[in-house]
């Protein structure tokens, strides 16, 4: 299985940045990181992806350390909406398996 | 959102019912997936379309069964369902099957 490692919850103030680390010491060079968010009861959402590069987009950021083992997924200005599970997957395109593990659910307090 | 939608978003159901579970997608992809979400678990997937053409059964129950008419399309039928079925359905869908997956809001499922 491919396995990320995740911390079970985290809180972060609103307006204040949240910072979501991930462990994936074993990955492999084709495989890309993955991050996406539950809602309660919601369909996951799709936030971002990288394969060696730090990518950002309008949701978000993603810092891929160098040696790829670890990533962390950077909300700049955390909202109450923000509230959700988020997921770090590890995901080699090849396959269509998107493998979804525990997640870390993040709670954004006013 | 309104790239992947499901009907019904919420279904009860009786162990000897037939129902059927409805994914749309909007955004010209040839994918589409099907997901179960049980309570305080992880997703599964189900079932995988590639071109309407199943690429991929995930050792699923043949209660459960996919039809993918055409790539925008994707139905689960549903019939003599157990009470530990019980769960969130999600549909997805991507380009194609190495490309990113966008979901729908999914169905609740309830079975009695």
């Known amino acids: 299985d491919a396995k990320t490692t995740q911390p079970p919850s985290m809180d972060c103030a609103e307006g204040r940045a949240a910072n979501l680390p991930c462990n994936h010491s074993?990955?492999?060079?084709?495989?890309?990181v993955y991050w996406y968010r539950q809602i309660h009861s919601q369909g996951p959402q799709y936030i971002i992806h990288?394969?060696?590069n730090n990518e950002t987009n309008e949701m978000a950021s993603l810092i891929i350390t160098e040696d790829r083992k670890s990533s962390t997924l950077i909300l700049p200005h955390a909202t109450l909406r923000d509230t959700a599970v988020y997921y770090c997957?590890?995901?080699?395109?090849?396959?269509?398996?998107?493998?979804f593990g525990e997640g870390t659910q993040l709670t954004v307090n006013p | 959102e309104t790239g992947v939608t499901q009907t019904p978003r919420h279904l009860v159901m009786g162990m000897t019912n037939k129902k059927s579970l409805k994914c749309e997608q909007h955004?010209?992809?040839?994918?589409m997936y099907w997901y179960k979400q049980s309570a305080k678990k992880p997703l599964e997937l189900m079932f995988v379309?590639?071109?309407?053409?199943?690429?991929e059964n995930n050792s699923v129950p043949s209660r459960f069964s996919p039809e993918c008419p055409n790539s925008s399309h994707l139905f689960l039928h549903l019939h003599t369902l157990q009470p530990e079925d019980s769960a969130l359905y999600l549909c997805?869908?991507?380009?194609?099957?190495?490309?990113?997956?966008?979901f729908g809001p999914g169905t609740r499922l309830l079975v009695l």
């Open positions: 997805a869908s991507s380009q194609d099957a190495t490309e990113t997956q966008y």
């Open positions: 074993t990955i492999s060079g084709n495989e890309y």
């Open positions: 990288g394969l060696k």
């Open positions: 997957i590890r995901w080699e395109t090849s396959g269509s398996r998107l493998t």
């Open positions: 955004l010209g992809h040839n994918a």
């Open positions: 379309y590639n071109f309407k053409e199943q690429t």
